[in-house]
């Protein structure tokens, strides 16, 4: 099925596709830092001008990279939001769906997150740079809130899906460093804090923690380099 797509798709998706696949390979293979785009062209067999057209740094490519594990993650969480209603559920079926898909690039993911770590990096999942991808993991925990059985104050309804992606990079940094056969222990991270999430969200229908909810969401909106921008932004329009 996957060939036969390739096959239909433009040769610029195509040529776009193997650098950045040669690129991921090569990341792991060599390590990021090391990794150059003219060896990234070389080794995709195209000149170092067509590698720069469709990424025009190493920096671009990994949001490449971010934005093809985004796109597999939201087709991989349709089977569990399709089918459940609990909130525990949901959430525990994003969350290890995102292990899943990420499972194959863990051998280089502490490179990444090396780099991503900068606050003046454009790979920081905070930055203005990856609030595309950003936008749409939060986009997938608003769906998640959505389609469940829980009751949500409607002052709380934009506020907890950033809280919910926000726990979900703290699970991705656990996982960075995560050795554990299988990434088992991700995966008992994972459910653990879906279950603890979800009894959260159930206690915030309560009026007397809603001020809770609302000061920890301004509170890293506050301090979180790019994530107060998209806030803003969005709060504008």
């Known amino acids: 099925m ?14 776009r596709t ?4 040669t690129a991921l390979r090569l990341f792991q293979e060599r390590g990021y830092d090391k990794t150059t785009m003219r060896a990234i062209a070389q080794e995709a067999g195209v000149s170092v001008g067509n590698a ?13 990279f971010y934005d093809r594990i985004g796109a597999e993650h939201r087709a991989a969480v349709r089977t569990v939001l399709d089918r459940e209603t609990g909130l525990e559920a949901r959430l525990a079926g994003v969350l290890t769906a995102w292990l899943d898909i990420a499972e194959p690039y863990h051998r280089f993911g502490a490179q990444f997150f090396k780099n991503a770590a900068d606050p003046e990096s454009p790979l920081s999942p905070f930055s203005p740079e990856s609030e595309g991808p950003r936008e749409a993991a939060i986009a ?3 769906e998640v809130l959505e389609g469940s059985r829980a009751k949500i104050p409607d002052e709380l309804a934009d506020i907890l899906p950033e809280l919910m992606w926000l726990s979900q990079m703290g699970l991705v940094l656990y996982w960075v460093y995560d050795r554990s ?4 222990r991700s995966r008992r991270l994972a459910e653990r804090g879906a279950r603890l999430t979800s009894r959260g969200i159930a ?3 309560f009026p007397l923690l809603r001020p809770l909810v609302r000061e920890l969401h301004e509170l890293f909106n506050d301090f979180l380099p790019g994530l107060a921008e998209t806030a803003a932004a969005r709060r504008r329009t």
Do not use: M
Request: glycine share 8%; net charge positive.
């Open 18 to 21: 193997l650098i950045l696949e």
């Open 181 to 184: 056969e299988g990434s088992g």
């Open 52 to 64: 720069y057209y469709y990424f025009s740094s190493k920096e671009h490519l990994v949001q490449g």
């Open 203 to 205: 206690l915030s229908r």
């Open 140 to 142: 997938v925990h608003r």
């Open 2 to 15: 996957k060939d036969e797509k390739d096959a239909k798709a433009p040769k610029s998706e195509k040529t």
